[in-house]
Nanobody, 124 residues
Framework: VQLQASGGGLVQAGGSLRLSCAASGRTFSSYNVGWFRQSPGKEREFVSIIRWSDSGTNYTESVKGRFTISRDNAKNTVILQMNSLKPEDTAVYYC??????????????????WGQGTQVTVSS
């Protein structure tokens, strides 16, 4: 499956951005889809995941209450709505797909397919 991430940009602190992850080649129906981010000099970190079977979700603690992950089955797309953005959210954001499991995978090594990344910059 090929993934295409989009929607990044420059926003002021407190603003919002909506990231999209579109799949081609195959549908998301056999995969859970996650979002990760990576800042310069830091390791890639887990942000959020959506389980395809029941739309169950999980978030890293620092984004809970601010970010929402959802899916659009008709468009074969996963959305990450990011509100109340902070400068520390600045990073390249990646979407990734992994085989469908009940538990939430948060280690990037467990993901099989990756999008190309989209830059999110939050100014103070």
């Amino acid at each position: 499956v090929q993934l295409q991430a989009s929607g990044g940009g420059l926003v002021q602190a407190g603003g919002s951005l909506r990231l999209s992850c579109a799949a081609s080649g195959r549908t998301f129906s056999s995969y859970n889809v996650g979002w990760f981010r990576q800042s310069p000099g830091k390791e890639r970190e887990f942000v959020s995941i959506i389980r395809w079977s029941d739309s169950g979700t999980n978030y890293t603690e620092s984004v809970k209450g601010r970010f929402t992950i959802s899916r659009d089955n008709a468009k074969n797309t996963v959305i990450l709505q990011m509100n109340s953005l902070k400068p520390e959210d600045t990073a390249v954001y990646y979407c990734a797909a992994t085989g469908a499991t009940w538990y939430f995978k948060t280690d990037p090594k467990e993901y099989d397919y990756w999008g190309q990344g989209t830059q999110v910059t939050v100014s103070s």
